[in-house]
C-alpha cells in the first residue's frame, strides 16, 4: 500500500496547501468583534492535515526505497458499503443541523452513528448523545457569546 499511501498523501499535502494558501483566505471575512480573525481556526486545523499528509509522505516514501511495495488495498464492497451508510449518517445529520439546530441535529447524528456502530444501550446512548451538544452550546452561548445555529 506504499504507492496508495504515497499518491494519497501527496493529495491531501496538496489540498492542506491550497486550504492554507487559496482557499481559507479568499473565503472567509475579517470578523465584525473582537478576538480572534475567522480564517485562524481552519488555518489550525487545515495546517494539521498538512502536517499529516507530509508524515504520510515521508513515511511511504521510505518503504518504497526500502522496496517494501505493500498489500493490495484490503476494501471490498462490505466496506464500501458501511463507508458510504456512514457518510449517509454524518451527511444527514449535518443537514438536520443546518434546518433544525445544533441542539435537535448534533444528538440526533451521534445518537444515530452509534446505534450503526453496534451500540444497542439507550442511557448511554442518550448520555453520550445529548451531554456534548449541550456541553457545546453552553460554552459557545455563554463562555464565547457566539450563537450556534
Same mark, same amino acid.
Given at each position: 500500500?506504499?504507492?496508495?499511501? @504515497?499518491?494519497? /498523501?501527496?493529495? @491531501?499535502? =496538496? *489540498?492542506?496547501?491550497?486550504?492554507?494558501f487559496?482557499?481559507?483566505?479568499?473565503?472567509? #471575512?475579517?470578523? $465584525?468583534?473582537f478576538? &480572534?480573525?475567522?480564517t #485562524? *481556526?481552519?488555518?489550525?486545523?487545515?495546517?494539521?492535515?498538512?502536517l499529516? $499528509? +507530509?508524515? +504520510?509522505?515521508?513515511?511511504s #516514501?521510505?518503504?518504497?526505497?526500502? !522496496?517494501?511495495?505493500?498489500?493490495?488495498?484490503?476494501?471490498?464492497?462490505?466496506n @464500501?458499503?458501511?463507508? &458510504?451508510?456512514?457518510? =449517509?449518517?454524518i +451527511? !444527514? /445529520?449535518?443537514?438536520?443541523?443546518?434546518?433544525?439546530?445544533?441542539? #435537535?441535529?448534533?444528538? &440526533?447524528?451521534?445518537?444515530?452513528?452509534?446505534? *450503526?456502530l453496534?451500540?444497542?444501550?439507550?442511557?448511554?446512548? =442518550?448520555?453520550?448523545?445529548?451531554?456534548?451538544v %449541550?456541553?457545546?452550546? %453552553?460554552?459557545? +452561548?455563554?463562555?464565547?457569546?457566539?450563537? @450556534?445555529?
Amino acid at each position: 500500500m506504499s504507492k496508495a499511501d @504515497l499518491w494519497g /498523501g501527496l493529495g @491531501l499535502l =496538496a *489540498f492542506g496547501l491550497a486550504l492554507i494558501f487559496l482557499i481559507i483566505p479568499m473565503g472567509t #471575512v475579517s470578523g $465584525a468583534y473582537f478576538g &480572534l480573525a475567522p480564517t #485562524v *481556526f481552519p488555518t489550525i486545523m487545515a495546517s494539521g492535515l498538512t502536517l499529516c $499528509a +507530509l508524515g +504520510l509522505v515521508i513515511q511511504s #516514501v521510505k518503504r518504497l526505497r526500502v !522496496g517494501h511495495h505493500g498489500a493490495e488495498i484490503p476494501v471490498n464492497q462490505w466496506n @464500501l458499503l458501511m463507508f &458510504l451508510i456512514a457518510a =449517509a449518517l454524518i +451527511l !444527514g /445529520g449535518v443537514v438536520i443541523i443546518d434546518v433544525a439546530g445544533i441542539l #435537535v441535529g448534533g444528538p &440526533l447524528m451521534i445518537a444515530g452513528l452509534m446505534v *450503526f456502530l453496534g451500540e444497542r444501550h439507550p442511557i448511554r446512548i =442518550a448520555t453520550t448523545a445529548i451531554v456534548p451538544v %449541550v456541553a457545546l452550546w %453552553v460554552l459557545a +452561548l455563554y463562555v464565547f457569546h457566539t450563537p @450556534l445555529p
